[in-house]
C-alpha cells in the first residue's frame, strides 16, 4: 500500500510518536525544519488521517489496574457480530479487541484490579449472546513493550 508520505513526514510521525508532548520548535529542531512548517505539515497529516490521535500513558498499577489478560473468546455460529461489537464496547475493562484466524474468533486485551475482578468481568462476558467460552491467559510481567513503530522500516524507507 502506498502511503503517500516524503522522508520528511516520516521523520516527523517517528518523532511524534516517540515525544508527543514536544513542542513545535522541539519537533522541527529534530527533524530540521522551522516550527511553522512542522505546524503544516502536522495539519496535513492530521487531516489525511496519518495521525489517528494524541493521549497520555497512564501508569495502571499506580491507578490500582494491577492485572492484564489476554482473554480468547470463541463464539456460536449465530453470533450477530454488530451486536458482539457494540455490548464488547460496553465492558470498561477491555482496552482492545481484535479479530483473529485461529480456532478463537476474538482476542480481548482486558485490564483489572484483581483476580476476583477479572473472575466478575469474565461471567459478564460468557453472558453476551454469541460467547460459546473463554480461555484467559493472565499476563504476569511485560519485560519489552514498544513506544510507537520503527515506521521508516516497516514502511521500507
Known amino acids: 500500500m502506498e ?14 510518536q516517540r515525544h508527543a508532548r514536544s513542542t513545535l520548535a522541539e519537533l522541527g529542531s529534530a527533524i530540521d525544519l522551522k516550527p511553522p512548517a512542522v505546524h503544516e505539515r502536522l495539519r496535513r497529516l492530521e487531516q489525511r488521517g496519518y495521525i489517528a490521535g494524541y493521549a497520555a500513558r497512564l501508569d495502571t498499577r499506580k491507578l490500582g489496574l494491577g492485572l492484564i489478560a489476554f482473554v480468547s473468546a470463541y463464539t456460536t455460529s449465530d453470533v450477530n457480530y454488530e451486536a458482539f461489537y457494540a455490548a464488547i464496547a460496553t465492558l470498561c475493562e477491555v482496552l482492545e479487541v481484535h479479530s483473529v484466524a485461529a480456532e478463537e474468533t476474538f482476542i480481548l486485551k482486558v485490564i483489572t484490579r484483581s483476580t476476583s475482578h477479572l473472575d466478575d468481568f469474565l461471567a459478564r462476558l460468557k453472558a453476551l449472546p454469541g460467547v460459546a467460552r473463554t480461555k484467559t491467559t493472565i499476563v504476569l510481567a511485560t519485560p519489552f513493550e514498544r513506544l510507537g513503530m520503527p515506521l521508516a522500516e516497516l514502511i521500507g524507507r
Do not use: K
Open 3 to 16: 502511503t503517500n508520505l516524503d522522508d520528511t513526514d516520516v521523520r516527523l510521525l517517528d518523532a511524534l
